[in-house]
C-alpha cells in the first residue's frame, strides 16, 4: 500500500482520500480506524473559558433557542457549532440525534420509558431527561443495529 | 409546506371516495334492508337501484339534491377518516389534543351522515353510534400505543437496559387483584348477607353504604397506593368495573350498574393522584 500525502496552505482540515480498485474488509476496518483517530475533543465555552472535553465526556448537545450547548454530568457549557456541524464531528457509533434539537450519547442512557399518550422519555446518567422524537425512532435503531455502538 | 400539501392530498382523496362511496353503500344495503314500497322511492335513477333512503329523498323533496347532500356529507366523512394517521405523527400533548380534535371532526361528520341522510329512525340511537365509534378510537390507539411499545422494548434491549414495565403495566396490576376481588365481590356479598338479616327491608349496607361510601374510599385509596408504586396502570379501574359486575346480576339488577362506575372512577382518580405525588415527590429506586 502506498502512502502519500500532499501539503496544501490554507487548507482548514486534513482530509484523507483511499483510492483502491475494489472494496474489501480490510479497506472498511481501515476507514473505521481513521475515522476513530479523526474523533476529536470538542471545544466548549463557558464565559470567557475554553476547553476542549473528549467526547465521551458529553451527555447530550441541545438547541436552546439562544444557540447550540453541551451537557455533562458536571455542567452546561456553550459551543460554536451547529447541530448538524457537531452529528458530522461526533463518534456516529455512540452519538445519535433523537429530536431536531437534540443529540444524545447513547453510552450514557440508563433508562427509557413509554408514557400512555406515546412519550418517549429518555434518562442520561440516571438524571437527566429527554424526550426522543419518534421520527427518529427508526435512525437510533438503525444507529445500534448496525452495531456501531461499543458498549463497555 | 411539501407535507401540509401531502394531508391536503389525502384529505383530497378521501372527499372523493367519500363522496363516490357512500352513495354506492346506501343502495347496496337499500337493496337488502328496505321493505319494497320504500325502495320505490329512488327508482328514478336508476331501475330498482337507489341511492338515498327513502325517509331522506322526502325530506329534501327530491331524490337529487338528497343525493347531492348525501355525497357532500360522505365526503367530508371520507376527507376526516382520511387523515386519521395525522394524530399520530406526534406524541404527548400533542397526540392528545389531535386525537381529541379528530375524534370531535369524525363523530359530527358520522353523526351527521347518520341524522341527515336519514339512516336510522331515531335521533336517540346516534350517542350509541358515537360511543361506538369512540370504541374503535381506543382500539386503535391502544393498537398504535403496543407497536411504540415494541419499538421501545427493542431500543431497551440494543442498549442493554433492563426490559421495564409490562405492557399497560399487567403485571404490576396483579398483585391488588385480591384487594379488588374482595372488595368488589366479598364484600357486596357479605353486606347483602348482613342486610337480610336485619328486620328492616330496606338494604342499608348493600344498597346505601357500600355504593356511596365503601366502593369509592377503597378504590380511591388502593388507586392511590397503586399510582404511587407503579404510576399509572390503566387497567386497574377496568378491573374494578369488571370485578364488580357479576355482583350486579347476582346481587342486585340491572339499576346497580352505576355501582361498577363508584368504584372505577375514584379507582382511576386515585391512581392519577398517586402516580402525581409520585412524580413530584420521587423516592430512590423510582428513578
Not at chain 2, 362511496?21 to 322511492?41: D, G
Not at chain 2, 395525522?86 to 400533542?94: H, T
Not at chain 2, 379528530?102 to 353510534?129: K, M, Q
Request: with cysteine; aromatic share 10%.
Amino acid at each position: 500500500m502506498k502512502v502519500k500525502m500532499e501539503i496544501e496552505p490554507g487548507r482548514q482540515e486534513p482530509e484523507i482520500i483511499i483510492l483502491a480498485g475494489a472494496e474489501s474488509a480490510e479497506l472498511d476496518r481501515l476507514v473505521q480506524e481513521l475515522s476513530g483517530l479523526a474523533l476529536d475533543p470538542i471545544p466548549v465555552w463557558r464565559g470567557d473559558q475554553t476547553r476542549r472535553l473528549p467526547q465521551g465526556d458529553f451527555l447530550r448537545f441541545f438547541a436552546d433557542g439562544k444557540g447550540v450547548s453541551a451537557q455533562t454530568a458536571e455542567a452546561v457549557y456553550a459551543v460554536r457549532l451547529r447541530l448538524y456541524e457537531l452529528e458530522e464531528r461526533l463518534d456516529p457509533r455512540r452519538f445519535v440525534r433523537i429530536s431536531n434539537s437534540e443529540i444524545v450519547n447513547l453510552e450514557m442512557v440508563t433508562a427509557l420509558d413509554l408514557s400512555l399518550t406515546g412519550t418517549i422519555r429518555m434518562t442520561l446518567n440516571g438524571t437527566v431527561t429527554v424526550y426522543v422524537s419518534r421520527r427518529y425512532v427508526k435512525k437510533i435503531k438503525e444507529t445500534l443495529n448496525l452495531g456501531r455502538r461499543e458498549r463497555t | 409546506m411539501k407535507k401540509l400539501s401531502g394531508w391536503k392530498a389525502r384529505a383530497l382523496l378521501g372527499f372523493l371516495l367519500g363522496a363516490a362511496l357512500t352513495p354506492l353503500a346506501v343502495c347496496l344495503l337499500s337493496t337488502m334492508m328496505l321493505p319494497a314500497e320504500a325502495q320505490a322511492v329512488g327508482s328514478a335513477w336508476a331501475a330498482g337501484l337507489h341511492v338515498v333512503t327513502p325517509a331522506m329523498a322526502e325530506a329534501f323533496g327530491s331524490v337529487g339534491l338528497a343525493a347531492l347532500v348525501q355525497s357532500l356529507l360522505g365526503g367530508l366523512f371520507g376527507a376526516v377518516v382520511a387523515v386519521s394517521t395525522l394524530p399520530f405523527a406526534d406524541g404527548g400533548r400533542e397526540l392528545v389534543v389531535r386525537s381529541l380534535a379528530h375524534f370531535c371532526a369524525t363523530a359530527l361528520s358520522f353523526s351527521a351522515l347518520l341524522w341527515v341522510c336519514r339512516w336510522l329512525d331515531d335521533p336517540r340511537f346516534i350517542p350509541l353510534w358515537v360511543a361506538l365509534l369512540a370504541l374503535l378510537y381506543a382500539l386503535i390507539w391502544l393498537g398504535r400505543w403496543v407497536g411504540w411499545y415494541v419499538e421501545v422494548m427493542q431500543l431497551r434491549t440494543l442498549l442493554g437496559l433492563d426490559p421495564g414495565p409490562t405492557p399497560l403495566k399487567w403485571r404490576e396490576t396483579l398483585p391488588y387483584l385480591p384487594f379488588v376481588l374482595l372488595v368488589c365481590d366479598g364484600l357486596p356479598l357479605v353486606l347483602r348477607w348482613v342486610d337480610r338479616t336485619f328486620v328492616v327491608d330496606v338494604p342499608v349496607l348493600s344498597g346505601l353504604i357500600l355504593p356511596y361510601l365503601l366502593l369509592p374510599v377503597a378504590g380511591f385509596c388502593s388507586g392511590v397506593s397503586l399510582g404511587k408504586r407503579q404510576g399509572v396502570c390503566p387497567l386497574y379501574p377496568l378491573a374494578c368495573f369488571v370485578c364488580y359486575m357479576p355482583m350486579v346480576w347476582l346481587l342486585f339488577n340491572s339499576s346497580a350498574l352505576f355501582h361498577c362506575f363508584m368504584v372505577a372512577i375514584p379507582a382511576l382518580m386515585g391512581n392519577v393522584l398517586g402516580w402525581l405525588y409520585r412524580r413530584a415527590v420521587p423516592k430512590k429506586g423510582n428513578v
